[in-house]
């Protein structure tokens, strides 16, 4: 690949990308998209990957569309459409992986830069970093799906207020209203980042795509039938996959039976 806003590689079964244009705020150009729309065609073949994370180089992890797109935008709305229409169909992408995806917010995430971390399954955060939507700040109605996916992860109230208050989250505050799951001083960021990605790597790819797909499945389901998908997803994964039997009886073997307490 030929990628000039970005990295990617990959290490021990993770696809490391990392947007590479600090002195921007790694903000979303047409070329930001189009090496995006690369990766995830490198990614959606890559079979052997059980997990990718995404992050950015200096102080910001993504600001969001680019000053010099935005001066075109404004002045063509079918240009504006064709944007976040690329924008979008990239964040649909990222979420329909077959494998968790992380975001590693490591600085500032506003706008399309706080969709594209919405579009991960995981959101990990270095306390110093400021996170947030920050579109109605200056007037302007979010266009990168954080209005639906926001309210999915912490509530109808809670987005509402995040999204209309146009304000920073730290990495805590993030937390604690469930937005990103853990958060740490960004010179720890890195290694909890490995932490986390180490209980991907030892698990078959299969029973990670299929929590995944199940998960995501059932939102909206009623709980009946919510766990009828799982049922169905849970005969069909233990019905054509030989290892989890494999993995279940060589991990009890040996072991002494637990007697009740």
Not at 32 to 43: A, F, G, N, S
Not at 107 to 126: K, P, Q, V, W, Y
Request: aromatic share 6%; net charge negative; charged share 25%.
């Amino acid at each position: 690949m030929t990628l000039k806003t970005l990295s990617y590689e990959v290490r021990e079964r993770v696809a490391y990308i990392t947007f590479t244009t600090p002195k921007r705020l790694n903000s979303i150009s047409e070329s930001r998209l189009t090496d995006l729309e690369e990766v995830m065609d490198r990614l959606e073949s890559d079979s052997s990957l059980h997990a990718v994370t995404i992050t950015g180089e200096g102080r910001a992890f993504c600001v969001g569309l680019d000053l010099d797109l935005l001066k075109q935008a404004f002045e063509d709305m079918a240009y504006f459409g064709s944007i976040v229409r690329r924008l979008n169909e990239i964040i649909l992408r990222l979420e329909q992986l077959d494998v968790p995806v992380v975001a590693v917010v490591n600085g500032f995430a506003r706008a399309g830069g706080f969709e594209i971390a919405l579009g991960c399954d995981l959101i990990l955060m270095a306390n110093e970093a400021k996170i947030g939507d920050n579109h109605t700040h200056v007037g302007v109605m979010p266009g990168g799906g954080s209005t639906q996916r926001l309210p999915r992860r912490i509530g109808a109230q809670a987005a509402k207020d995040l999204i209309w208050s146009a304000r920073w989250l730290s990495g805590p505050e993030a937390v604690a209203c469930g937005l990103a799951l853990r958060s740490v001083p960004l010179e720890r960021l890195a290694e909890e980042t490995e932490t986390l990605l180490a209980q991907f790597r030892d698990k078959p790819r299969a029973v990670l795509s299929v929590v995944k797909k199940t998960i995501q499945g059932g939102e909206g389901l009623s709980i009946r039938d919510g766990v009828e998908l799982e049922i169905r997803n849970f005969l069909d994964y233990m019905g054509n996959q030989p290892y989890p039997r494999e993995m279940f009886w060589a991990s009890i073997k040996d072991k002494p039976a637990r007697q009740p307490s």
